[in-house]
């Protein structure tokens, strides 16, 4: 058989979200951002004397770290997408991304709360004018960067497979998030929120003189960054383990293929990028047809890109 009469038989194995450029955009668009708004917030500590805002501008690095590991993981699964070492291609890199900033975004947490139980023991004078200023500039740019890193992929987009069930709908959006968007995103919505609490509690100091306040809800935003953190480890974890969470979508394969005494004795399915998912199912029946006819049934079957069938003639009818 020559090889290029294989070529219906074949297939790329390309998993990348259906948004990865435009994420890859914004994202780097959002490290340019964070790195100019980090080197007037260190600046400005260093002129002003103040510690708080050296301390926001160090936390601004971690950031821009963070979210260049996340453009860094777009711009390598595009460049190997069609590498053949990568067995089911480079759509789950940007999980792997999400996983390593998730796990700095939670080291950032334990910092905050660690400085701001120092700064409960020992306060410091805080340059309240300034810091205000800087706070506020800080807010605007993590709410333009929120903005241009919001998931906005799953609405108004029509599916060219899909299966129509109420039900899944949170099931389909969970299955085409880009984890790595969403943690570039976390990581600007915990800075947005630490700018929101630094300024209240600035405010409330100017006030009352209540030193402790800005420690205080420097203990608040560790609380919340770090819950935001194990969500995050939690979701793109479970993506790199190949954890099965499409419940909806293996009830409707076991559906479309369990007829006439077919029976699915082996389904495995896992998501291997934003929007796309791999099943290996093996079938038992008495009279087997060809795998092509069993991934005829699943053509309708939303985001499934990968589909390997096995098929093991039994003798007797299924009961």
Not at 97 to 118: N, P
């Amino acid at each position: 058989m020559h090889s290029h009469s294989l070529d219906q038989w074949t297939h790329q194995h390309v998993f990348l979200g259906r948004a990865h450029s435009r994420n890859e955009r914004r994202t780097w668009l959002v490290v340019a951002l964070t790195a100019v708004m980090m080197v007037g917030e260190i600046a400005g500590g260093v002129l002003f004397g103040s510690m708080a805002l050296l301390a926001d501008g160090w936390h601004m690095a971690t950031h821009a770290a963070a979210l260049g590991i996340a453009g860094a993981a777009y711009a390598f699964a595009r460049r190997h997408a069609h590498n053949p070492r990568f067995s089911f291609g480079t759509g789950k890199f940007g999980d792997l991304a999400a996983f390593t900033s998730a796990i700095i975004l939670g080291l950032i947490a334990v910092q905050i709360a660690f400085e701001s139980v120092m700064r409960l023991f020992s306060p410091v004078a805080i340059a309240y004018g300034e810091a205000i200023t800087i706070a506020v500039i800080g807010l605007m740019v993590n709410l333009v960067s929120a903005w241009l890193l919001r998931d906005d992929d799953h609405h108004g987009h029509g599916h060219a497979h899909d299966y129509h069930h109420a039900h899944d709908h949170d099931d389909d959006h969970h299955h085409h998030r880009d984890h790595n968007l969403r943690a570039a995103y976390v990581h600007v919505m915990a800075d947005a929120a630490t700018s929101v609490l630094a300024i209240v509690a600035l405010v409330g100091g100017v006030f009352t003189q209540w030193t402790w306040m800005d420690a205080g809800v420097g203990l608040v935003g560790s609380v919340v960054i770090g819950a935001w953190a194990f969500g995050l480890i939690r979701d793109s974890g479970a993506v790199l383990l190949d954890v099965t969470q499409d419940k909806t979508v293996e009830a409707a394969i076991r559906a479309r293929l369990e007829t006439g005494g077919d029976r699915v004795t082996d389904l495995h399915l896992w998501q291997v990028g934003p929007g796309h998912r791999a099943a290996v199912v093996s079938i038992v029946s008495a009279h087997p047809m060809p795998p092509a006819a069993y991934k005829g049934r699943l053509s309708d079957v939303s985001g499934l890109s990968h589909i390997t069938v096995e098929v093991e003639a039994c003798p007797h009818h299924a009961h």
